[in-house]
């Protein structure tokens, strides 16, 4: 059973305290796009906000994604920012594979044999 197997596998990429960002998540489901244009089906879905690469927090409350905030030291112009990573979680994952009608066949091939 092909659904099974997709959920077994994404069961192995990530256990649950794992978490991906963007682009490792569009290679991991195999899909036909990287990280911009995945991104961007986010936004015209619905799922992140129109103008910025960010869940709306429904999508938060549902635990597929997470943010993470990192601080950028700037040091030449002696100036900090924070800027905000998106991270998949497993449930994510498996979220956005249903989505785009995911099935990473050579991965889970390769799992099965």
């Known amino acids: 059973n092909i659904q099974?197997?997709?959920?077994?596998f994404i069961d192995r990429v990530l256990?649950?305290?794992?978490?991906?960002d963007i682009?490792?998540?569009?290679k991991i489901l195999e899909l036909p796009f990287g990280r911009n244009i995945l991104f961007r089906e986010l936004r015209e879905r619905g799922i992140?906000?129109?103008s910025k690469n960010e869940p709306k927090q429904f999508y938060i409350e549902k635990g597929y994604f997470q943010?993470?905030?990192?601080?950028?030291e700037n040091h030449s112009k002696q100036e900090s920012f924070m800027t905000l990573k998106v991270l998949v979680t497993q449930r994510?994952?498996?979220?956005l594979s249903t989505l785009f009608k995911s099935e990473p066949k050579s991965k889970i091939n390769a799992q099965l044999n």
């Open 4 to 8: 099974s197997a997709k959920i077994e």
């Open 23 to 26: 682009g490792q998540c569009a």
């Open 15 to 20: 256990d649950t305290e794992q978490k991906i």
């Open 92 to 95: 994510g994952l498996g979220f």
């Open 48 to 50: 992140f906000f129109k």
């Open 67 to 72: 943010l993470k905030e990192k601080w950028i």
